[in-house]
T-cell receptor, first 116, second 113 residues
């Protein structure tokens, strides 16, 4: 069965410094992986997705993630944090075991704090 | 504008009452989903529907019910049987095929008084 683990529940960075949010996944197949962002009391917005094309995926707002099969990781990075990046981030894997249902499995989330 | 709308944004309910949360999409998506989010936790799947007039239970369906009479609409009813209904509820839709991302609505915050 697929699963996803976000290794940090809370990450704090200073504005202008790099961001690294870590995610490991477990899957018997070649997974589809996503990163979503959620600002307080809002819905989730897709940042980027990996679907077996290029292993380095570029998303919106300067974020990118690299799919590393050997490490079963899909870490999210950004070269320079902005105050507006402060939010909750979710790493997500598509549930292949349940058949072609499109069900997603969510990590527990990482809260990103950006200090001025 | 294409997207997903949820209403109301905030909802208050007395214990013992049923309430219905609305979710509408104009993306022409086949699949729709309802999630529950509690503070500091990820999303948990309540119900999902891959096609009109068909839906399946998710991981935490007890105390909830849904219908899918139209492709655009997937309302969620929180019944009095749900013992702890206070939460943030999110609706999503997708093309339904494996690997396709889900698009989320803005959410409804339900509070039981």
């Amino acid at each position: 069965a697929q699963s996803v683990t976000q290794l940090d529940s809370h990450v704090s960075v200073s504005e202008g410094t790099p961001v690294l949010l870590r995610c490991n996944y477990s899957s018997s197949y070649s997974p589809s992986l996503f990163w979503y962002v959620q600002h307080p009391n809002k819905g989730l917005q897709l940042l980027l997705k990996y679907t077996s094309a290029a292993t380095l995926v570029k998303g919106i707002n300067g974020f990118e993630a690299e799919f590393k099969k050997s490490e079963t990781s899909f870490h999210l990075t950004k070269p320079s944090a902005h105050m507006s990046d402060a939010a909750e981030y979710f790493c997500v894997v598509s549930d292949i075991d349940s058949g072609n249902t499109g069900k997603l499995i969510f990590g527990q989330g990482t809260t990103l704090q950006v200090k001025p | 504008d294409g997207g997903i709308t949820q209403s109301p944004k905030y909802l208050f309910r007395k214990e013992g009452q049923n309430v219905t949360l609305s979710c509408e999409q104009n993306l022409n998506h086949d699949a729709m989903y309802w999630y529950r989010q509690d503070p500091g936790q990820g999303l948990r799947l309540i119900y999902y529907s891959q096609i009109v007039n068909d839906f399946q239970k998710g991981d935490i369906a007890e105390g909830y019910s849904v219908s899918r009479e139209k492709k655009e609409s997937f309302p969620l009813t929180v019944t009095s049987a749900q013992k702890n209904p206070t939460a943030f509820y999110l609706c999503a839709s997708s093309m339904g095929r494996l690997g396709n991302e889900q698009f989320f609505g803005p959410g409804t915050r339900l509070t039981v008084l």
